[in-house]
């Protein structure tokens, strides 16, 4: 439902221009329209932040060292304090939000500037850390879903180089096995997100369970592809990490399902966590298998990657599902899209005879039609209890 939707029921004479703004209000449908505004404006905040990176680059030696100080620290609380005063005028929120989002970049670019000047520790991970215990706040006091995704962002990019630094107890051996790690970790935020929903801050919950589902369907993809098990093995404290993310994920997809109020039927709760624990399974059977893998077109040994891809196709099915019975319409895209990869993936596996390819185009068409009627089957049925129950509000 949009905003243009209910124009043209008040232009249709349906309902009045009192119940135009009040139905729009309380559905926060004004808010759908700013979305391209918000983009842009972040957009622009970015710009702004390398550009006046740039322009200090640039003159970087006849600069001072407490001007540059001084300019960075001048420029990071001017921009908060003119996004403060813009979202209290209630004039223009986006832009505040905007500069907001400037202020916490150019917070990152000063403590780049202060160790550079001072020459401060060179091990990366720790400026990012920095910034990120320095913007973590932000989002709740400012109740910013822009600062929200930040931080979420801040956090990955701070974890994948302690990954990737030697003296780091996060420490992978630089192999892909730490796609697997951003995979369990994606379960943590999709539950974290789940258990949000229900507190005061409920509109970062929606947020965040979105960008751990994402997380999630990207760094498990790997396991699909055959060479992904030629990696090597990952280092003792690694596991510990490793088993301590997964320890902590299970235990929110059990409480996140049993207090789970958007799906109405418990069996579908119960497949729901029940396919979640798979995709942690499978990230250790990711951690734990090693094979030699032959990517030709006429031997191919079948591994780990052909246990992988019917079971994250399964998942996504499952995933389609939940989508449907939680009427969220990014649910259901994010699961078709990862079934049309692992479809493409299986073709690209199979290569070789003629007679195992087209094999695998009969069964897999197959599925694609039953899949289609299921899903048509299910959208009727959703349509249906949506007209029956016309203040349910769909999901986002």
Request: hydrophobic fraction near 55%; proline fraction near 3%.
């Amino acid at each position: 439902m949009k905003a243009s939707d209910i124009d043209r029921l008040r232009d249709a004479g349906l309902i009045s221009g009192e119940q135009r703004n009040a139905i729009i209000e309380h559905f926060k449908l004004d808010r759908e329209a700013n979305k391209m505004l918000v983009i842009l404006s972040i957009l622009g905040g970015i710009l702004i932040s390398a550009g006046i990176i740039l322009l200090i680059a640039s003159n970087w030696q006849d600069i001072p060292r407490l001007v540059k100080i001084a300019t960075g620290l001048c420029l990071m609380l001017g921009a908060h304090v003119g996004a403060w005063r813009l979202r209290q005028s209630g004039r223009y929120p986006v832009v505040g939000e905007a500069l907001h989002f400037l202020g916490s970049g150019l917070f990152l670019a000063n403590i780049a500037l202060v160790g550079q000047i001072y020459n401060l520790s060179s091990r990366p991970p720790n400026a990012i850390l920095l910034w990120l215990v320095g913007i973590a706040p932000l989002p709740w006091l400012l109740r910013s879903k822009a600062q929200h995704a930040l931080v979420l962002g801040a956090l990955g990019l701070w974890l994948g180089l302690e990954m990737n630094q030697e003296d780091s107890l996060l420490f992978f051996g630089g192999e892909a096995r730490q796609f697997m790690f951003y995979a369990i970790l994606g379960i943590v935020f999709w539950g974290l997100g789940m258990l949000v929903r229900r507190t005061g801050f409920a509109e970062f919950g929606p947020a965040t369970e979105k960008f751990g589902l994402l997380m999630m369907h990207i760094a498990a993809y790997p396991l699909a592809l055959g060479f992904y098990y030629e990696s090597g093995t990952i280092a003792t404290h690694a596991w510990l990490v490793a088993g301590g993310f997964t320890a902590l994920a299970f235990v929110l997809v059990l409480l996140s399902t049993a207090n789970e109020s958007l799906l109405a039927h418990r069996t579908w709760r119960w497949i729901w966590a029940g396919a979640l624990a798979g995709v942690l399974a499978l990230a250790w059977m990711g951690l734990l298998v090693k094979a030699n893998y032959r990517w030709d077109f006429d031997i191919h040994h079948a591994g780990a990657d052909w246990i992988a891809i019917p079971a994250m196709f399964c998942f996504c099915l499952v995933q389609a599902q939940i989508g449907l019975l939680r009427r969220s319409p990014w649910l259901v895209n994010v699961a078709i899209a990862f079934l049309g990869a692992y479809i493409v993936t299986g073709y690209f596996e199979l290569f070789g005879s003629m007679q195992r390819t087209g094999l695998m185009f009969v069964v897999s068409g197959v599925l694609l039609i039953a899949l289609a009627i299921f899903l048509e089957r299910k959208r009727r049925g959703l349509l249906q209890r949506m007209r029956a129950a016309p203040n349910i509000t769909p999901e986002a």
